[in-house]
């Protein structure tokens, strides 16, 4: 006979109630969660630079538009100038920090990074982009802004074929962002293996 007082593992003073403490400690073993703030701040900086990010790619895409079909070697040099500027002090940054906070918000919230095939797909093309600006980009934006640096008819006529990747470039990223904006918005698929995996195994926690 239980005595009076007695308890089961479980809420303490309360027989035969399990402690909720202990079904979230083992439903949440592993799993990273941001506070409610925390989570308002990376999700307000997220959106901060993906936008700052978006508005430079359009700023880009102008600058080689401009550049590309102008006859004036001096608008020209400016462009690919502010191009080359733009790029290294800018783009790579927010790039790099919007892959960051990205990952932080997945992490930290109820989505997972590979939980869910919109999340999967989103890393993966903001990823690409990424690299694709750190280094094809930057390539050829140097290498426009070195051309237009030499003097004389150099200037006029030696970015050649760099001039149009760097339409075509900027083009490519802005159907990049909004894919990602549109899958950040429907988030279309449902769960990957791996988070049906991980929803089975939290049901059974519960059991």
Do not use: C
Request: aromatic share 6%; net charge positive; proline share 6%.
């Amino acid at each position: 006979m239980q005595t009076v007082g007695a308890t089961r593992p479980g809420v303490p003073g309360v027989p035969g109630v399990p402690d909720g403490r202990a079904r979230r400690g083992r439903r949440g073993r592993g799993a990273l969660r941001l506070s409610p703030r925390l989570r308002k701040l990376v999700l307000t900086v997220h959106v901060i630079v993906s936008v700052g990010w978006l508005g430079l790619d359009l700023g880009l895409l102008a600058f080689g538009i401009t550049g590309l079909t102008t006859g004036d070697p001096e608008t020209r040099r400016a462009v690919y100038l502010a191009a080359d500027l733009a790029v290294g002090v800018a783009v790579i940054p927010i790039s790099l920090a919007t892959l960051v906070s990205g990952v932080v918000l997945s992490i930290g919230t109820r989505w997972g990074l590979f939980r869910y095939w919109w999340v999967v797909v989103k890393l993966v093309l903001t990823t690409g982009a990424t690299i694709a600006t750190a280094f094809a980009l930057r390539s050829s934006v140097g290498e426009a802004a070195a051309a237009v640096r030499a003097p004389g008819d150099a200037a006029a006529t030696g970015v050649g074929d760099v001039a149009a990747s760097l339409v075509a470039a900027p083009t490519v990223a802005l159907v990049i962002y909004t894919t990602a904006t549109v899958l950040s918005v429907f988030k279309p698929w449902g769960p990957t293996p791996y988070g049906r995996r991980q929803a089975r195994e939290r049901r059974g926690n519960r059991l």
